[in-house]
């Protein structure tokens, strides 16, 4: 069973790398 705390650095850790690849991504299409 996992931890509540370590579930929630999962969850945020996943969330902020969607949030880079949507970054990465707008800025390459911002680029062509």
């Known amino acids: ?6 579930q929630r650095i999962i969850s945020i850790s996943t969330y ?9 991504n707008f800025c390459n299409d911002y680029r062509e």
């Open 1 to 6: 069973m996992v931890p509540h705390f370590e």
């Open 16 to 24: 902020l790398h969607i949030v880079e690849m949507t970054i990465i």
